[in-house]
């Protein structure tokens, strides 16, 4: 999009709220007096081709364009950012310290392996590989819905069939890829081993034969399609070093295995009749305003605590913002899994806390020191800060500039989208922030007509595949 449009859609980006019912024709969202329009939508998306045309796409748009208006606000107001409360966003933190604090004072293991078991171990064991792989990674929007997940699969997959087609892995991955420490790099990963990558990613590697490239693979991280480019066996002498690192490694986790299976077990956690239904309800909606009753539910409950509802939705907003879509399509053991593992981890706090490992008050006030500063940096790569308002004009205005400037970066892929987590919720609280199921289809209507009827640029009609003729010359 040329930039010269910008003041132009700026405008189209902002109303001012008038008394009595506001009209939401031809409105997409809005938050208070801001307000994204049918029209600014279809620009921001109309170009950036490999983003589908579809509900999923313009609702992520939205959703970014909420959380971005807000922070920018939020910035040009107090850019200490004294209206959060950072607190819940160290909280995290704080008690996974306070767990290490705990397996290092109480779980004792002799880690000690003589060469001769190590020999042994190897041998009866698979041998280590050495892989090389390089990937493109797509983000997954914010709190993704099905749709927006689907939408996201389908331009990944056509990114596959573009390379399948002949095009160069490498130079997709510097153009497209969102994983910002290797897409420069064309993707590359290096030399990786076992255990190094999150368990899907790995799994889909070790089904690759050199040259392959997998299907979408979806991790925490987001969604990946992965070539592998080299495979290779180590001998023992080669592989010893790391390898012995990784028995002991197993060693400490089998023991801190045995610890939590021991508290878990003599807590005899239960999970609450209904439980797995408010799971998949509140997975649909992670920034649902709770009565404290509400909140206050036990969702897995034992004699001394519980894990509640407002500690699952608290779980939802901090985590991965692909977790409440995994929980909306897991099946009941999955989600039965789930609470059971948050149990483990409220027990594992507690017991923490019964052992005096509380983090002290100035270690709290210095992580929530960071995470302010996070903020402000990610604040300031989006350009929030400094906002270039011209003389008289309403700051408003400047605010809706910017948040266009923003979103267009991140859709061209020029800088990365910013996840807000729980500061997105603690920013929407008493603001008055709406989607408008009509704009939405709107959007995806007049994108995909306006993309069918442009007709290519001589450049890009140069770059185009020209389509082949079959057997009998047709």
């Known amino acids: ?22 009209n939401t024709e031809g409105l997409v969202a809005r938050v208070d007096e801001y307000t994204l329009t049918v029209d600014a939508a279809v620009d921001l998306l109309v170009d950036e081709e490999r983003l589908a045309a579809d509900a ?13 208006t807000l922070l920018a606000e939020a910035t040009a107001k107090d ?26 004072s109480v779980i004792q293991v002799d880690t000690f392996v003589t060469e001769d078991e190590l020999r042994a171990r190897y041998e009866a064991e698979e041998p280590a590989l050495e892989l090389r ?8 929007p914010i709190g993704s819905t099905p749709l927006q997940r689907d939408s996201v699969v389908t331009a990944l997959s056509d990114v596959r069939v573009r390379i399948l087609a002949g095009e160069s892995f490498e130079t997709l991955a ?6 910002p420490g290797t897409a ?49 066996v180590r001998g023992f002498e080669d592989a010893a070093p790391l390898y012995r690192r990784q028995v002991q490694s197993r060693m400490v986790q089998e023991a801190e295995s045995i610890f939590v299976s021991g508290l878990y077990d003599q807590a005899g956690p239960e999970i609450v009749d209904g439980a797995l239904d408010i799971v998949r309800e509140l997975a649909g909606n992670p920034g649902a305003s709770l009565s404290g009753r509400a909140a206050r539910r036990p969702m897995i409950e034992w004699d001394a605590g519980a894990v509640t509802v407002g500690d699952l939705r608290t779980v939802m907003q901090l985590e991965s913002p692909t977790l409440p879509l995994q929980l909306a399509e897991g099946d009941d053991e999955q989600l039965s899994e789930f609470l059971r593992s948050l149990a483990r981890r409220d027990l594992l706090i507690r017991a923490a806390e019964s052992e005096g490992l509380r983090p002290a008050r100035d270690s709290i006030d210095a992580m929530i020191s960071e995470a302010a500063g996070q903020l402000r940096e990610a604040a300031r790569v989006l350009g929030f800060f400094d906002l270039d308002q011209a003389p ?15 979103l267009i970066d991140n859709l061209s892929g020029a800088t990365r989208v910013v996840p807000l987590g729980l500061v997105g919720f ?45 057997s009998s010359g047709r």
């Open 392 to 406: 008289g004009e309403d700051l408003e205005v400047a605010i809706a500039r910017a948040v266009e400037e923003a």
């Open 56 to 68: 999923g796409v313009v609702e992520a748009l939205a959703d970014l364009w909420v959380d971005y």
């Open 1 to 22: 999009m040329n930039r010269k449009t910008i003041s132009i859609l700026a405008l189209a980006l902002l109303t001012t709220a008038c008394a009595g019912e506001q």
């Open 184 to 232: 420069f790099n064309g993707g590359d990963l290096g030399l990786f081993g076992r255990g190094d990558m999150v368990a899907p990613f790995e799994e889909a590697v070790l089904a690759l034969q050199p040259g392959d490239i997998s299907d979408v693979v979806e991790t925490p991280m987001g969604l990946h399609i992965i070539r592998l480019d080299e495979r290779r």
């Open 133 to 140: 792989a390089r990937h493109i990674m797509f983000q997954l």
């Open 426 to 470: 603690q920013l929407q609280e008493d603001r008055s922030t709406g989607f408008f199921e009509s704009g939405l289809g709107q959007v995806v209507l007049n994108v995909a007509q306006l993309r069918a009827a442009r007709q290519l640029s001589p450049v890009e009609d140069a770059f185009a595949i020209p389509t082949l003729p079959d």
């Open 79 to 104: 850019s200490t950012y004294g209206m959060l409360d950072f607190e819940p966003l160290v909280l995290r933190q704080a008690q996974q310290m306070m767990v290490f604090q705990l397996r290092d």
């Open 174 to 179: 510097q153009q497209l890829s969102q994983d």
